[in-house]
């Protein structure tokens, strides 16, 4: 593959932010890129082709791995990139809230992971790369919980 075919990549959280960023640097570097958001989106922005998909639903992360299997017959590149915060002391904190910021930011990279890993080991290539925080190895006040999702990350 050279910088004008260098394959596909899968960005989760792609609408915004870093997630947006990286699948339009991608894109610029030669790759076809499929990015995602939680709520539908364009279906094409700026060479991105834009999906649906929510990283904490197991039938969803599938169908969103056939699609792009199914429109592209490959992937090549896979960025965990898709995350919340949450900021507040952990005494504030529910256990609802923690449950669901770590099912974003931890369970969806293993979700994702997990999804697209059977196609990596077919084609016999592939990267993932888990984007995490300064906060997952120096906590700072009120972080707590986001800092301990990020640490997971980082282990």
């Given amino acids: 593959m050279n910088k004008n075919n260098s394959g596909v990549a899968l960005v989760t959280g792609a609408s915004s932010g870093i997630g947006r960023a990286t699948a339009k640097a991608l894109q610029g570097a030669g790759y076809r890129v499929f990015g995602t958001s939680r709520r539908a989106a364009s279906d094409s922005t700026d060479g991105v082709t834009m999906l649906t998909c929510d990283v904490t639903d197991d039938a969803t992360v599938a169908k969103l791995v056939d699609e792009v299997l199914a429109k592209a017959g490959r992937i090549d590149l896979l960025v965990n990139n898709a995350g919340m915060g949450l900021l507040g002391a952990a005494e504030e904190s529910s256990t609802a809230q923690a449950q669901a910021l770590f099912d974003v930011n931890v369970f969806g990279v293993l979700r994702m992971t997990n999804a697209v890993l059977p196609t990596m080991r077919r084609q ?7 984007l995490s925080s300064v906060q997952g ?4 006040p009120y972080f707590a919980l986001y ?5 997971a990350i980082e282990g």
């Fill in 124 to 130: 016999g290539k592939g990267r993932i790369v888990n």
């Fill in 137 to 140: 190895f120096i906590p700072a």
């Fill in 147 to 151: 800092s301990s999702t990020k640490h």
